[in-house]
């Protein structure tokens, strides 16, 4: 099994490399940035990606939402190194699709435990295939829900565009579509900061937010039409 570690602390890289390779034996290849991480990844094809959060340049979020846009690397489980050890940053983090989080400093053995947990999640091919035609065939039906939420904005009716926008915010994370659930999350976060009144500059900020989660939408089919393919 092959782990990519991208940490910007070299420090960090090397007792990972460690604990994955000494102690989990595990291979393991090391990036110093979310943009070098994107390079290896497509020609790597990692079993599992640990991930720093907070990087110089391209962040651990934003590098996370990449990988999921790449067919090669769209199925990925990714795991999260984070120095924030509250629930609710960990909390964020699942609910855009991590597979787990890791608060730092970390135990070298349970990080080896831990991703041969998720490892051994992952050793099911029949499963694997599954839930890709599940993922291809939930991308399908993203264009009309996005088209849903848009239809009820024109409508004003701002209480069941928050209810839409936050289901839709949920379903795109689980099944790993991070930047169109970042999108509609602006949705809905704008909603409620205007106490369900949102007024001209804020219904233009949901309108902008919607243009991009239609444009992930329809990109988000394709890559599921292309891998239904594959």
Not at 116 to 136: I, V
Not at 142 to 154: D, E, F, G, N, Q
């Amino acid at each position: 099994m092959h782990i990519l570690v991208v940490d910007d602390d070299a420090d960090i890289r090397q007792v990972a490399a460690i604990a994955l390779e000494r102690l989990g034996g595990l291979r393991v290849t090391l990036a110093a940035s979310g943009e070098e991480a994107l390079s290896l990844a497509p020609q790597l094809r990692p079993d599992l990606v640990l991930l720093d959060v907070s990087m110089p340049g391209m962040g651990g979020v934003a590098t996370f939402a990449r990988f999921r846009r790449e067919p090669a690397t769209a199925h990925v489980p990714v795991v999260f190194f984070t120095a924030t050890s509250s629930e609710s940053e960990a909390c964020r983090l699942r609910a855009l699709g991590a597979a787990d989080v890791v608060c730092k400093p970390f135990e070298l053995a349970e990080l080896a435990r831990r991703v041969h947990a998720l490892l051994a999640e992952r050793e099911d091919p029949e499963g694997d295939a599954l839930l890709a035609k599940a993922r291809a065939t939930y991308a399908a039906t993203l264009p009309s829900r996005v088209a849903h939420v848009m239809a009820l904005a024109t409508e004003s009716d701002w209480d069941e565009v928050r209810r839409a926008a936050h289901k839709l915010r949920g379903s795109a994370a689980t099944y790993g579509f991070a930047e169109l659930g970042v999108a509609v999350g602006q949705v809905e976060d704008a909603i409620l900061e205007a106490h369900g009144m949102p007024d001209e500059g804020t219904q233009k900020r949901i309108r902008v937010a919607l243009g991009g989660a239609e444009a992930e939408a329809l990109a988000a089919k394709g890559r599921g039409e292309a891998g239904e393919r594959e």
